[in-house]
């Protein structure tokens, strides 16, 4: 089945700065690939997502692109801010539909002052 | 517009008993999807259902079960409690077709 990986487990930076997670995929067949931030004591909330016809996508502050021929998505947050304080997941589904996702194992991101 | 509402939010329950936990779509969406997740194995797919039937399915024991009713609602039951259930399980629901998953914010179980 499909496995993701996901790097770093923890990423300090200072308000302002950027920060970038990365994923890689094992399933070519893999089109979907969506990025969640989970608060303490609230499920993941969708915060963008890319479909593989697509090779980059913004959304103000925050990016990500991927790369099929390396199977490997990034996460891109520009100009951070304390409340981006948060877990971060990846995930990619290989079924055709976007309800089974195989999810990373999560970057804890902690924006400092 | 309402988000996902899962209830209860904690439960606690001795090895061996069962438990159901219930989910509310969000108004419109169709297709309901429950996660598992622990610090262990992570976030994990049990199962997704879609106008009443199971569309998918993830790789756990026949002891995790789910229905979906026709408003859309879903429920899920664990059978026979093992310590290892314990576990924060999220319900998500969608659109039809590739839809991006909105999560609720989860049942907190706990089996002592």
């Known amino acids: 089945g499909e496995n993701v990986e996901q790097h770093p487990s923890t990423l300090s930076v200072q308000e302002g700065d950027s920060a970038v997670i990365k994923c890689t995929y094992s399933?070519?067949?893999?089109?979907?690939f969506p990025w969640y931030k989970q608060e303490l004591g609230k499920g993941p909330q969708l915060i963008i997502d890319?479909?593989?016809?697509?090779g980059e996508k913004k959304d103000q502050r925050i990016a990500v692109t991927l790369n099929k021929t390396a199977k490997h998505f990034s996460l891109h947050i520009t100009e951070t801010q304390p409340e981006d304080s948060a877990v971060y997941f990846c995930?990619?589904?290989?079924?055709?539909?976007?309800?089974?996702?195989?999810f990373g194992t999560g970057t804890r991101l902690q924006v400092t002052l | 517009k309402a988000g996902v509402t899962q209830t209860p939010r904690y439960l606690i329950k001795t090895r061996g008993q069962q438990v159901t936990l219930s989910c509310s779509p969000i108004?419109?969406?169709?297709?309901v999807s429950w996660y598992q997740q622990t610090p262990g194995q992570g976030l994990q797919f049990l199962f997704e259902?879609?106008?009443?039937?199971?569309?998918n399915k993830g790789n756990f024991p026949g002891r995790f079960s789910g229905r979906q009713f026709s408003n859309s609602r879903s429920e899920m039951n664990v059978s026979t409690l093992e310590l290892g259930d314990s576990a924060l399980y999220l319900c998500?629901?969608?659109?039809?077709?590739?839809?991006?998953?909105?999560f609720g914010n989860g049942t907190r179980l706990t089996v002592t």
């Open positions: 108004s419109g969406h169709r297709s």
């Open positions: 259902y879609f106008s009443e039937t199971q569309r």
């Open positions: 998500a629901s969608s659109l039809p077709y590739n839809s991006p998953l909105h």
């Open positions: 399933d070519s067949a893999s089109n979907y």
């Open positions: 995930a990619a589904s290989a079924t055709g539909t976007a309800s089974k996702l195989t």
């Open positions: 890319i479909r593989s016809n697509v």
